[in-house]
């Protein structure tokens, strides 16, 4: 028994310093998990608990991508992210045991269209396709926490055409990285491969193209990514 076709590419990310690929299973991400993000997205920052969207696989894009300005939309907005990267995982997992099943951390971008977003929130429809586009997830190169440790602090920036538009602190998260693991996997069972984009500091705002877009995260490592 085989195929009736050939099976897609499996999505991979570069692993830092390696000629080493993670593979890409399923992609994650905490809305709102920063609490000035939260407000100027008009949200209480106090909600409890977290809450989650879903992204393809097939999303991610390399460090370094032109990325075709996406259809349907006018207002396409970056929101830079740190990222964490499962080499194991589990459900139920305890808060304490949570960053065991950690590879690597990296910086990303949750690509948004932002218009379609604010339609399906007025009709209390699903953000799929506002949230998991085509393209819709570049991520830099992983760095693994056996060598820089589980980054709960330090500068998380991003820049377009080299001005400053977020600023923030990984120590601003809502819930850090292992309280989003423990609280996921009483929802989903999670599996290496897993990715999960923890949320965002204030000053997201919109893409056009030609911009050249700049994440850097203290510790961590850099993205950019252009639009075309």
């Not at 808060?95 to 690509?111: E, M, N, R, S």
């Not at 500068?155 to 423990?182: C, E, F, H, K, Y």
Request: with cysteine; net charge neutral.
């Amino acid at each position: 028994m085989g195929f009736v076709f050939l099976p897609p590419v499996q999505p991979s990310v570069p692993v830092a310093g390696t000629g080493d690929l993670f593979p890409v299973r399923r992609i994650w991400c905490v809305a709102r998990n920063y609490a000035a993000h939260a407000r100027e997205m008009g949200a209480d920052p106090n909600q409890d608990p977290p809450f989650f969207f879903a992204k393809p696989g097939d999303a991610v894009v390399m460090d370094g991508a032109a990325i075709p300005y996406p259809s349907q939309t006018n207002n396409l907005h970056h929101e830079a992210e740190l990222v964490v990267a499962l080499k194991s995982g589990g459900q139920d997992l305890a808060q304490d045991k949570a960053l065991d099943c950690v590879f690597g951390y990296a910086p990303g971008i949750d690509l948004t269209r932002r218009d379609l977003q604010e339609q399906a929130k007025k009709a209390g429809r699903p953000w799929d396709v506002a949230k998991g586009f085509d393209r819709s997830a570049p991520i830099g190169a992983i760095r693994p926490a056996s060598q820089i440790g589980h980054p709960s602090k330090g500068a998380i920036t991003l820049s377009v055409n080299g001005q400053m538009r977020q600023a923030g602190d990984l120590s601003d998260m809502i819930w850090p990285v292992a309280g989003v693991l423990a609280h996921l996997s009483r929802l989903v069972r999670l599996e290496a491969g897993d990715l999960i984009f923890t949320g965002t500091p204030e000053g997201v705002g919109p893409l056009v193209r030609g911009d050249r877009a700049v994440v850097n995260i203290d510790g961590v490592g850099s993205l950019n990514i252009t639009i075309s």
